[in-house]
């Protein structure tokens, strides 16, 4: 594990991405220009591809498209959700995203519950009867640092015949995710999250019953016909964003130097340690689990109490130096969330709780208990 | 002026895109991860965008796009041409490209000429007259290299009160481009040209005019109303490819500190000299140039004489360690195509017009004269 030491006045991010790189990443972008139509470009796609489909654990194709996750959103639903009836499962800022794009492409159905609780796939299965043709739904919703249900999801789709779409952009590398096992047809990550890279690259996996689906005129930059005939040649239809294909080459080779196991394993000790913490603290978490619906494993979210300021908590952080990130939209000012992806370990989770247990002190809150010691206590097991 | 080695397996790039980039622009990017919420990242966007509108001479909103050229063409014709009529100027393949993304939206008008000859404008008069509410246009047409009459097509635009919309994408920022003179409502540029900076941001300067015709519902990742609201915090709407701002900035610093003036002197000498040396050998150039139209200072498109293969100069050129482009799609293997842009200067222009002078020698064709001490006589002026 590569830990990082804060220095200069960089600001170590402990957010729900982007996150911190490893070096190995970071300069492999320092590489002069190469020509992205000859063989050294093509042999960093072949490596980038294979390195996903084993991390997003899929033998379905496998495409990068040069943009953000929205991107890659927008590329799945304009290729195929259009003039469809679409299910959107929304329990957050990204489901609502999705619902948000679908609406671009058609009249979907939004299946919401409030933020960060348990998604109603009664109505799912309803809609499903009733005839839905595609099925979206954000796997890790870390506005809300819940874990929604992708398999059962699948199981769902699959039962009616629905096409599976499912936004895997903060947990395919971080946390289980098995897009064949599952039936996820189309599955979406991004560079700067779980895989540790630099934001700008979105990856997808289509599988071949979403293919036999896919719609005319979808936006050019979007066409996924033209990205599949391309990575056949181990090639981009359009000019690549060459630094970010070798930083994300490297950042796949050191996820799979670790391990895909013991990766989500430490990902899962992280994130145990701060929700342990939380609760020797007194304090809450945000989302609202069942059984089938879990703790975010890649970001946690905590609520502020009563008479508690983001301003006391999250602003003192960063004037030590550790970013954290706030609540969106109507959640903002009342939550605080401590991302746990990225080239980060024990070091930094440790860091980071010391300083949210100092800043309540000087808040003149009384915290329940020693969320640090308890933290350490985990990440030591 | 910074000037490059060859070195190890690394190719050094004469080609119209990807170029060389300076050291101080590769390096930007191995900075570790920053919080592009973050007051940090505001300010690389305000510096970024007020260089860039420097470069363009435009007063004109400056937006920046996560994704290549090819998304920022989207952009503009989505955002501006749906329903409308218009007319697409093409010789060569980048004109095309535009009017194949404009079909997307619309049934778009092409008004062709053989790619590298001169384009129509007499019809280009005629559909304005008959009501064409948008043209569009490739300013220096890398494929052909041929410098197209931006000035002019923008005056016929603005006499019928049409649009004009100008991919700029191998011109800004090496060559003349006065984008508020002109009359461009849409000036589009991607960063792996001119500026010499990695491939995967693309930049759009849109016009008063152009916002007041801004069509309803272009795709949610190119919505350039929402582009233009987050710019106005200097934010972008989705995660920006942070690595390739802060190598974006530097690039538009060195452009600034070269200064427009003696940069698009640098540029039109080294197409000189290797439009003399062209000339002293006895080849041809591609493109046709009348009154209006001229060579390409950036790119110079040779003709191959009877009987000379790629193979025998591209790929020979190749094997001593630079790549130059050939021709695309129906002038493959026709002509190739030497790139005067990017952090290159007399060094690599000088070894790269040896090498095609040798590789000629080697194939056992006479060229007509020693264009290498032509060129450098005009390097030396």
Redesign the interface.
Known sequence: MIT?INMQN??L?L?P?????PERV??A????????R?AEFELVIQETTAMLKEIFCTKNDLLTI??????G??AAI?NFCQGRRVACLVNGKFGERLY??SK?YGDPVALASDWGTPLPLDALEKELEQGAEVVTLVHNETSAAILNPAEEVGRLAKKHGALFIMDGITSIGADKVYVDKWGVDVAIT?S?KCLAA????AALSVSPKAWELQCK?P????DLPAYRKSAAKNQTP???????YL?LREACAIVLEEGMEARIARHRQMADAVRTAADVWGLSLFAKTDALHAYSNTATAICYPEGITAAAIRGKIKDLGI?VSGGQDHISGKIFRIGTM?AIGAPEILAVLAMVQGSFKKAGYSLKGDGVSAACEVLFA
């Open positions: 990082l960089e600001s991010l957010m991405g982007p996150v911190p790189m970071r300069f972008m320092a590489r002069q220009a190469m020509n992205h000859g040069s943009g953000s996750g929205t991107a959103m927008e304009s948000e794009v671009r991004g700067q630099p934001a700008g690259l005129n936006p050019f930059y979007f359009f000019t690549p964003a060459v630094p970010l930083a970013e990225g």
